[in-house]
């Protein structure tokens, strides 16, 4: 079973292969700047994103975001050199998506508040999650 989704104005769409129902939340400054508060995504490394409005921003040293010039919407972030992939989740319905994780959850402002999720990573645990993996990948590639 797939999902289907698309950006606002509906220039870009995101087919699921299958369909995800765990919603993940970011709290890092970052997110926040990008959306005006939490980012809510879907981690579905094999999305199908397509769409001539589609464009692709390099945010960080490491990672790129992508959003429809026409609307504005977010579609996605991923890191360059990996392939993991979020897609936002406001591009789908919310018939049965839940809550499962927060990430930087030590960065969340007090201006807002959510039920916990089962899982919650601080900024550190981010970093030693992901710090191995990047620096392999960059190794890995010379």
């Known amino acids: 079973m797939t999902m289907r989704g698309s950006c606002l104005c509906g220039s870009v769409t ?3 292969p ?3 129902k765990s919603v993940n939340v ?3 400054a970052m997110c926040r700047n990008w959306c005006s508060g939490p980012w809510m995504a879907l981690q579905v490394p094999d999305a199908q994103i397509s769409g001539d409005t589609l464009k692709v921003y390099k945010s960080s040293g490491f990672a790129e ?3 429809c010039t026409s609307c504005g919407s977010n579609i996605f972030h991923r890191p360059q050199l990996g392939p993991e992939l979020a897609v936002s989740a406001g591009l789908f319905g919310e018939e049965g998506l839940e809550l499962a994780s927060e990430i930087f ?3 969340k402002p007090d201006f807002y508040d959510m039920t916990p999720a089962p899982i919650r990573k601080s900024s550190i645990r981010m970093a030693l999650e992901w710090l191995p993996k990047l620096a392999w990948r960059l190794i890995s590639r010379k």
């Open 105 to 107: 959850a030590d960065r």
């Open 18 to 20: 299958e369909t995800e």
């Open 14 to 16: 995101v087919r699921l």
């Open 26 to 28: 970011c709290h890092c």
């Open 65 to 67: 975001r992508g959003f």
